[in-house]
């Protein structure tokens, strides 16, 4: 089968679709995809009950509420999506705060017209992302484009993994992805540290990230604070890291000390579990390294 109407439900898989030179068969994204820039004039057929220009701990707490009495944080425009007509619909089952939960998606799903085609994604390290971007290219039929891409990409990696198995003194790294609550790293982010060539100092490697106590970063007091928001770029970030500072002896921090307090677009290199994530890998071989 060779589909000609997706729809993705998540940013990640539209960067996979575009990536794999789909992007004339994308027929809706979210409202949260972005990249590249020219999906920007696709439907959008979800809406977020979020409100992200609050601040990170409103955000936190109103996406604690809707978990907690089991309300979807995403809706489906179920109209809209069905005068799509998509042959293909690309979503995820990993984390329902990062995207449409797969039980939304399920109902949706039975109310379509015809008999659309459904993936679900659940990567948890680069190496799953690798095969999502051979599953989506299998599903839209073009499975030797897929291979020749991870091929691209994974060469990247290699390259990465060659120089930093170079380097002796490795840095202690702590990375946060959220600041108010501070939230640790997780997922394929600890393993990115790794295969930078840095020892991360407090992240759940493979698993959901989670809140750490403040006290937890003052006593590892890593070499490098990396500072890369879900969801947010790096200007959003820098207002973040402003408050933060005022809860906890930043000073004091050795990663200061040092200048080696990084803020990134953790919206763009860290959240979604694309392609980009190379581009991350390589990114934190820089700072890590220079």
Aim: aromatic share 6%; with cysteine; glycine share 6%.
């Amino acid at each position: 089968m060779v589909a000609s109407r997706i729809v993705t439900l998540l940013p990640s898989a539209t960067e996979i679709v575009c990536g794999l030179g789909l992007r004339d068969r994308l027929a809706g994204v979210t409202h949260e995809c972005d990249f590249p820039s020219d999906v920007a004039s696709l439907p959008r057929v979800t809406t977020s009950a979020i409100d992200i220009s609050a601040s990170s701990r409103e955000i936190d707490t109103a996406v604690r509420d809707h978990l907690q009495k089991n309300n979807s944080l995403y809706s489906i425009d179920v109209e809209l999506l069905a005068k799509l007509e998509p042959d293909l619909l690309v979503t995820q089952a990993l984390c329902d705060v990062c995207a449409v939960s797969q039980n939304d998606v399920l109902d949706v799903l039975a109310k379509l017209p015809g008999d659309p085609q459904l993936i679900n994604l659940e990567p948890m390290t680069l190496y799953d992302v690798f095969e999502t971007i051979s599953r989506v290219g299998a599903s839209a039929g073009c499975a030797k484009v897929a291979e020749n891409y991870k091929a691209e990409l994974k060469a990247r990696v290699v390259r990465v993994l060659r120089a930093s198995g170079e380097i002796r003194n490795k840095p202690r790294v702590g990375f946060l992805e959220w600041l108010d609550p501070p939230f640790n790293a997780g997922h394929w982010t600890p393993e990115l540290i790794e295969f930078a060539g840095g020892i991360d100092c407090f992240g759940n490697k493979y698993k959901p990230s989670t809140t750490i106590a403040l006290e937890t970063i003052t006593y590892a007091d890593p070499d490098v604070l990396i500072i890369a928001l879900c969801g947010f770029d790096e200007e959003r970030a820098r207002i973040e890291l402003d408050t933060f500072k005022q809860q906890i002896n930043f000073d004091s921090l050795q990663a200061v000390k040092n200048g080696r307090v990084y803020v990134l677009d953790g919206n763009s290199y860290f959240s979604r579990p694309g392609p980009r994530l190379v581009d991350a890998l390589e990114l934190l071989f820089e700072l890590l390294h220079q």
